[in-house]
């Protein structure tokens, strides 16, 4: 019983020499029909110019096949922190590279930019808050695009900002470009920071309480290999860990999540990708048992 308004996929790569066309084949690859995808890797900041990409051959083939480019998803490099106050470089540097991230966003003609609201280096989430607030506002002034900034929520690990649904309401709240920002759900990282992830309609209102459902753009869709509350963040397959299978399809087709985009962030089995099961299984409201084991020799 496929649902076409549920709009699912994975987190794709980037390389040579396809880059971006590479990238879209590759969620068709999957059957997903939307994806998220680094614009250069993950871990560090060097960026390749957006002419080198092929954007453009990338974006005939998403077109052709049917993808919305209002759902596809750009994530930041992670070494991005903009909540370290204790460090104005670092600070700087952090203001650069958000505009330049939001920029090359709307150079691959996406509409959302999931960043992490960074960690405090404990001088206190209320500093960290602020400091990233500054960053937010520094780079979104020097902007004209629509790009949103999605927060996302985390698990908690060292001294994260962005484990409560207070805290990013406490972001949006005092940037001066409010309607630029929205909210990333992990399922992974709101059960390690100790939400219960199981109840999802009781998550949902608590969300919209503190934050508002309007601000949620896209759901990362993770197992966790640890208990909820332990501040972890280490994600596991679907339904080998504490979420699992079930909840993970709840939070998949829950009618009041229908137009947002969820992307899976599950790791790979072998140096092999997941997704094309983990996307079938969700299509279908379906666990295969031991599916990971086709995986593993
Ligand atoms: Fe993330
Ligand atoms: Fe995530
Ligand atoms: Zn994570």
Not at 128 to 140: P, Q
């Amino acid at each position: 019983m496929e649902n076409k308004k549920i709009y699912l996929g994975s987190h794709v790569g980037m390389n040579g020499p396809e880059y971006y066309l590479g990238s879209v084949k590759e969620a068709i690859s999957y059957g997903s029909n939307t994806f998220m995808f680094y614009t250069g890797a993950p871990q560090n900041s060097y960026r390749k110019p957006l002419s080198e990409l092929k954007i453009e051959e990338g974006r005939k083939l998403l077109l052709e096949s049917g993808f919305d480019e209002y759902k596809l998803v750009v994530h930041a490099p992670y070494i991005i922190n903009g909540a370290n106050r204790a460090r104005e470089d670092i600070l700087d540097l952090a203001k650069q590279l958000i505009l330049s991230e939001v920029q090359r966003t709307a150079g691959f003609h996406a509409h959302i930019l999931v960043l992490h609201p960074g960690s405090h280096v404990n001088l206190g989430e209320d500093v960290g808050i602020d400091a990233l607030v500054e960053c937010l506002d520094d780079a979104l002034s020097k902007d004209k695009s629509d790009v949103k900034i999605a927060l996302e929520t985390m698990a908690g690990k060292g001294s994260e900002i962005g484990i409560t649904f207070e805290q990013i309401a406490q972001i949006i709240e005092k940037c001066a470009y409010k309607d630029r920002l929205g909210v990333c759900l992990d399922t992974c990282h709101i059960s390690d920071a100790g939400y219960d992830v199981h109840d999802v309609d009781g998550v949902l209102e608590e969300f919209n309480r503190i934050i508002g459902l309007d601000r949620l753009l896209v759901i990362h869709l993770n197992d966790s290999k640890n208990p909820r509350g332990a501040h972890k963040d280490r994600h596991e397959n679907l339904g080998y860990g504490y979420v699992g299978f079930e909840t993970i399809h709840k939070w998949a087709t829950h009618p009041k999540l229908d137009n947002i985009p969820k992307i899976l962030e599950t790791p790979y089995i072998n140096e092999k990708a997941p997704y094309k099961k983990e996307v079938a299984m969700l299509r279908n409201g379906e666990f295969i048992n031991n599916w990971k084991e086709e995986f593993e020799n």
